[in-house]
Structure formats: C-alpha cells, structure tokens
RNA sequence: CGGGGUGUAGCGCAGUCCGGUUAGCGCAUCUGGUUUGGGACCAGAGGGUCCCAGGUUCGAAUCCUGGUACCCCGACCA
C-alpha cells in the first residue's frame, strides 16, 4: 500500500480531491455501490464509535435516556407542519412497495405491482413527527414532562451531489427530542445541548467552534430558533457541524400534544430538537490533517500509540518483543491505548508512513541500539518531531505527551480560527477578503432575509451564525447600507 | 437537472486521434533469495467479458449509433 497524497494546497480547487484521497487512503471511507452512499470503513467507524462514546455520555450526564423510533414514517405526518415538509420534500426516499417478484418475462426480479402500499411510508430524513405523533402518546399532565430522548440512527437525505461524510445520501447521526412544560425550559435545553456540542467539538475534537444563533434562511424547517457550532476547516470554508433547535410549540400543534398544567389547563408542549451526525468525522478530517495525512486527537485516536520494531532476524525481533509487550503493559496500566505492530512483511519506514497516514498520535521504535541504551524514539503525529528518551518513566512520559498534543492540536486550529476571522465595513473589502482569504468575515447585516439573499447569490456566502457573544455595535449594513445593531458571521461553506 | 470528464487486471494508468502480432506499464498478490534505524532490491509466476448492446470491417480496446455507470463543477442541503 504506497501512498502518495496530493500536495495540500490551501484554498484551491483541488482541496476536495485531496480530502476524497486521505479519507479513502487512511482507510476510514469509501463510496459504494449505492450512488451517494457511503460505506464507513472499520478504522473510520472505530473513530466515530469513540465520538459516540463521549457524546452518549455527555447526555446522559445532561439526564438525557435513549430510545428507537421507527425508520419509516407515514407520508401524512410529514404535511402536518406545513414548514418541515417544505424544507424535507426536496430530498426524500419513498417505499411505495412492499413485495419483489420474478419477472414474467425470466429477466430476474421486478417489483410486484400488486403490492403497492396504501399510504406511501417516507425513509426518516429526521425523526420529528414521528417522534411527536408518539410523544402525544406518553403526555397527559405537567407530571409526564420533560420528556428527554436521544436516538442513535441513520436518516436519509436525496441530496443531489454528495461527498464522503459531509453529505451523503445516508448519514448516522443522534437526534435529541424534548418535551418542556414552559419556552423558557425548552428554550434552556436547546442552549444546554448545543453547549454540550462545543464542549464536545473542542475537548474531544480539538474543534473550534463559534456557537450563534442561524438566520432565519438557514433556519430548520419547523423550528423557531436554531443554534449553531460553526467550526472553519483548513481551505477557509465554514463547516455547520451541530444544531440545536428551539421548536416553540409547531410540532405540538401539529401533532396535537397537550397537557394539564398545575393549574389544570390544557396547554400545548414546547419543544426541542439536535443532533451530530457523521459530518463530525468530516469536520474531524478536515481541520487537522496535512500532507502525510491524518492527525487524530489523543482521546479519539482509536489507537493512540503504536510501537514499530527495528530489527535483524528473529532473534532480534523476539528480543524487542519482550520488551514491546513490557512497555506496553505499563501504558495500558494507565489506560493508554498501545498497539505493537510487529509485522514482518513490511519494512519499519513503511509503517511509519502508514500510522502517519492514519494518525496515530504517537509513535514509539525500539531497535537494538535501543535495548543496550535502554533507550527508546518517541515521535508525535501533530509536530512530525522525534527524539530518543529514556524507557525509565516511558508510561508516564507518553501519558503526558498525550495531553500535550491534544492540547496542541486544539492551540493550533484555534490560532488558525482566529486568524481568519475578519471584520470588514465595506461590500469591497467584504468581496477581497472572501475571494482571497476566506473564513469567517465579521460585518453588518442589516437582519433581512432579502440582504442575506442577495449576498449569496452574489458570493455564494452565507450567514454561518449571529454568534452568542456579539456585541451590541452601531453599524450600517454592508451590502444594503441601512442600519445594524451587531456583526454576523459570513462564509462560504460546506 | 445543466456543464465538463472518465470507464482497459485488486488499485492507479498508457494504448484510442491514424483499426492489424499473444493488449501493455507501475503498485499490490504469490514463490525463491538478499535485505532491514523513514515508504527495500533481484529473479520468476499468477491475474483481463478492454463498461454494455448493436453496427462498419478480412480484422475493433481503437471507427459509428444507442445505452449505462462513476467522478468533477453548478443548483439543493447537515
């Protein structure tokens, strides 16, 4: 397996080739057979499954339970909340049928068309009115609320135009649904969990992220309000990479789900919704990696240290072995996760490259120069540096290292956040930074969905997020040149 | 759905314009040997409905007609 990537080149037209190669060359995707598919390959799912770990258990913590909705949903929920199916009618899968049989004609298998469904069912593109046609089923009184599900699912989107875990016609992801008595509860749900999200993003992704508000063109279909983690990938194009959602009380209207309240009214529920999916491994990709590949953050490497023997012959290799195992041992004491990599139909150099291509935060090679020294080389993915160290102490050395890198990587992908977020006050500055920098821009907007319109089909950027912490600023518009209260965030985006 | 491109061995490709030995190269695989502190080398071997269907021709990977699949760029979107 000799890998060459494609030389990075920041901002240009060839990023999205060179992202298509190293996800399929460090073994984490590929497409199948099905157009727009994906299949998730064991090294990218061991990734994910690490991802799901953590998020799983942020939820919990945040008194969240999981549960199963079904795959299909019945064509007549959808056209209950007349703004949802508007935003999901584009891009649905639809089983008509229900049975296959021989073709009369001897030419293998055609769909029976006597078995044509009564009501069409719709492959879920998200799981709201199934979820709340449900949901009205377990409310009666204030006591049965908050409801608080998650869901670990796939969805389907038809999307025109797809690429490996940023959009794919098939994504997994996890779907929170809540119930709240009060819009102040639900309204402090939405902002918990999309708090949850940039704790996760960035401690455990070593992911930036700006947390906003959307602008009501980029809102979810059915919601009130949407929050956001914007996070900035390494060609300057904005990445939405979680969303909250305040639903007020459209699905409960629309599925008609009351309840008494203390003072024995009926009223109806508020609502929340969010979710993650497998773009979080595409956001993943494309923030850290460089020219030889992967760069995994510490606590999502699947494996975060493998050691390589150096060796001539068996005997030398049996030596080293034992001592592998030895230095292996005392880091899994520590809950390291270690591999030892002694294959011998491959070359030390070439292992080395692979584990760059992969990722792995660290790498350790002892050879015989090494036994005798008691010695052993220690190299980290995220500087491409190496330097030879004592085995003494080596566990608590790498445990150390470990945090150090994950630190860093998060450090550098801040820096480089940072540095591309700029204010600008004119339409020509706002169109020579997009065209020449990228990332976010900071600017006026005069808050009209018309303006932000406007300013996509003249750019193709759009509002990525009215952040949290805006300050309130006298401003004019940049595009419309009447008056604003604060700066929004503009990108070009995925 | 518009614009462009590509289908030849497991992967990446040359050959197609201008039809003519047994369809070729690199990587991977297998065998043997030599190697081994950054993607080893030598020798040998196996592996092909040249996307599909039809046509032209003594002869088609190559020319013609139709189909089909995938990729890239737009529109759509997490």
Known sequence: ????????????????????????????????????????KPYGYAIWEKMQAELDRMFKETGHQNAYFPLFIPKSFFSKEAKHVEGFAKECAVVTH???????????????????????????????????NTYKNWINSYRDLPILCNQWANVVRWEMRTRLFLRTAEFLWQEGHTAHE????????????????????????CLPVIVGHKSPNERFAGAEDTLTIEALMQDGKALQSGTSHFLGQN?????DVKYANREGKLEYVWATSWGVSTRLMGALIM??????????????APQQVVIVPIYKGEEQLAATRVRMEELAAEMRAKGIRVKIDDRDNVRAGFKFAEYELKGVPVRLALGQRDLENGTIELARRDTLTKE??????????????????????????????????????????FNEVL????????????????????????????????????????????FSGKPSKCRVLFARSY
């Open 287 to 300: 923030a850290h990696s460089d020219n030889n590949g992967l760069v995994l953050p510490p606590r999502l």
């Open 1 to 40: 397996m000799a890998v060459e990537l494609k030389d990075l080149t920041k901002s240009e037209e060839n990023y999205s080739q060179w992202y298509n190669d190293l996800v399929m060359k460090a073994g984490l995707a590929e497409n199948s057979a099905v157009r727009g598919c994906m299949v998730i």
């Open 98 to 132: 229900y049975r296959l049989m021989n073709d009369p004609d001897g030419k293998g298998v055609v769909v029976d068309p006597s078995a044509r469904l009564e009501e069409e069912l719709i492959v879920r593109p998200t799981s709201e009115t199934i979820i709340w």
């Open 435 to 478: 065209n020449t920098k990228g990332g976010f821009i900071s600017a006026h907007w005069d808050g009209t969905p018309e303006t932000e319109q406007a300013i996509k089909d003249a750019t193709k950027a759009t509002i990525r997020c009215i952040p949290l912490d805006a300050v309130e600023e006298e401003g004019t518009c940049i």
């Open 251 to 255: 699905f409960a209207k629309a599925f």
């Open 182 to 205: 009060t819009r102040e509860e639900a309204i402090e749900e939405a902002t918990k969990m999309i708090n949850v999200y940039k704790k996760f993003a960035e401690e455990w992704m």
């Open 388 to 429: 030879t160290v004592a085995q003494e102490g080596l566990a608590d050395r790498v445990e150390a290292l470990l945090e150090e890198i994950q630190q860093n990587i998060f450090r550098k992908a801040l820096d480089y956040r940072n540095s591309m977020i700029t204010k600008v006050d004119t339409w020509e500055e």
